[in-house]
């Protein structure tokens, strides 16, 4: 039994979590870090992750980019390791990422769907033999509460076909600024704000009379919480390092 701390437990994706592993016979929720601590759960929640009286196996992350030294400084100290879900770091905390990861297992991705994974990983294939021939356009729908556009899928999206294609492409966003004819090297970033969109994301490779299409939708946040749920039953037997969902696909 894989003992979870989770840190946003009061938050959207903390809930989905809770219900999810009150599902599961091989982790448990045994504490809560939130700002929120008022709410009744079947674990304590705690204002600070200082506080926390017992050492998980693992924890889950799902708050904020503010609370990233932290969470750090705990797992670096106790030596536990975290699926960093949060979204929103900047290059430098990235980096702070990065380097923690060589004291302690970590396990960081901007989507943690295993579909969108499987997106991204047809999306090089798709650019490979496409690449440099078909025009490459992004676009991604989300609900209308959302901040940042365009969304860090679809940054993750649009890298990893850069990387695959020697990152030869620059990102444009804003055609409406500009009169003047796409680039040969360039990838359309679109951003649809509405409703209750979970998330939807669609790559377009558009060639001479033929264009293919590798879309993506999210139907709930569930999707989220499996694919970080899995991560940290994954991940609490690993050695220190730097994982993603590759990595998990890839041991099966
Ligand atoms: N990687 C993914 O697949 C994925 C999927 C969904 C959401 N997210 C990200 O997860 C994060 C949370 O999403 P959400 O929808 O649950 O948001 P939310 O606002 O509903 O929940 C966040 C929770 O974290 C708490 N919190 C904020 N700062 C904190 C801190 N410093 N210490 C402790 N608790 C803190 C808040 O009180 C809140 O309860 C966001 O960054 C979001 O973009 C990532």
Redesign the pocket.
Known sequence: MVNVTL??????????CTDLISGRDDCQVISG????TERNSDFPVF???SQLPQKPDVII???????LN??LDYCISTGTPAVI????FSSEQIEQIKKASEQVPIFF?????LG?NLLASLAKSAAKVLGGQFDIEILEKHHNQKIDAPS??AIMLADAINETLDNKYHYVYDRHSQRMKREKYEIGMHSVRGGTIVGEHDIFFAGRDEVITLSHSAAS?EV?AV??VNAAVFLAKKQPGLYDMSSMLSEG
């Open positions: 840190c946003g437990a009061n938050g959207k994706m903390g809930r989905v870090v939130d700002l929120v204002a600070n992750i992350d799902f708050t904020h980019p503010s609370g932290a969470l879900a949060t979204t929103g991705s901007f989507n943690m769907s969108i860090g899928t946040k989220f694919g970080a």
